[in-house]
């Protein structure tokens, strides 16, 4: 499979427990974004990479949330501290960004998170 | 702050019917995304309209992008059971340079088409 993948794909945690989730782009796409989507909603952006540099946060990003991407590759998000708020459906999207042109986002089946 | 409004948000419509999807956003933009999701399921690409009147089609779907009026529609026609999902409309700041992909979503029209 060459698209975007997800991992978990279901996640229920304790309220107050961290987790973590991880996204693997498609190969060579330089550009990484998390959003959250919650029931009945549309998503909203949290974050992007270009590369290993992460150049935007939004302020849904709460300073219980963190995101990486060591090697430019896959990026982890981590959430601290979990509340029941928190419970939603994190998607990840990759694209490329090159000189011809911009590309289109492809997007992840995305994680969902339950917190009881 | 961009804002994006969709409606309706709830389209109840029979096989065989027309229907249209309408998408106000706030802000100057420069591209328009519309997708699909069905229940449980990721985001699926359908439209990219890049400049005042684009048009497109696909199969059953055609979707428009009007910038100065800030609308973009999602026409339905002789709507089938399979069109049933959410469509999001989904719009990019305009940014010099043009790379953003900083997306804000509208809330979303989920579509029953019934026999």
């Known amino acids: 499979d060459t698209g975007v993948s997800q991992d978990p794909r279901h996640k229920i945690t304790k309220r107050g427990q961290n987790v973590t989730f991880r996204c693997d782009p498609i190969?060579?796409?330089?550009?990484l974004y998390w959003y959250r989507q919650t029931l009945g909603q549309g998503p909203e952006f949290l974050t992007y990479?270009?590369?290993?540099?992460?150049?935007?946060k939004s302020r849904l990003l709460s300073d219980r949330f963190s995101a990486e991407r060591p090697k430019g590759s896959f990026s982890t998000l981590e959430i601290q501290r979990t509340e029941q708020g928190d419970s939603a459906m994190y998607l990840c999207?990759?694209?490329?960004?090159?000189?011809?042109?911009?590309?289109?986002?492809?997007f992840g089946q995305g994680t969902r998170l339950t917190v009881v | 702050e961009l804002k994006v409004e969709q409606n309706p948000l709830f389209l109840s419509m029979q096989e065989g019917k027309n229907y249209t999807i309408y998408c106000n956003y706030s802000?100057?933009?420069?591209?328009l995304y519309w997708y699909r999701q069905d229940p449980g399921k990721s985001l699926e690409s359908l439209f990219v309209?890049?400049?005042?009147?684009a048009v497109k089609q696909e199969g059953r779907l055609m979707a428009s992008l009007d910038t100065k009026a800030r609308l973009s529609t999602l026409h339905i026609t002789a709507a089938v059971h399979d069109l049933s999902a959410t469509y999001f409309c989904?719009?990019?700041?305009?940014?010099?340079?043009?790379?953003?992909?900083?997306?804000?979503f509208g809330k979303g029209t989920l579509l029953t088409v019934n026999p």
């Open positions: 190969s060579e796409h330089n550009r």
């Open positions: 309209l890049l400049s005042n009147g």
């Open positions: 989904a719009v990019a700041p305009l940014v010099s340079g043009g790379s953003n992909y900083k997306l804000t």
């Open positions: 990479f270009q590369n290993e540099a992460q150049l935007e």
């Open positions: 999207a990759s694209r490329s960004i090159n000189l011809v042109g911009n590309t289109e986002a492809f």
């Open positions: 802000t100057t933009s420069d591209r």
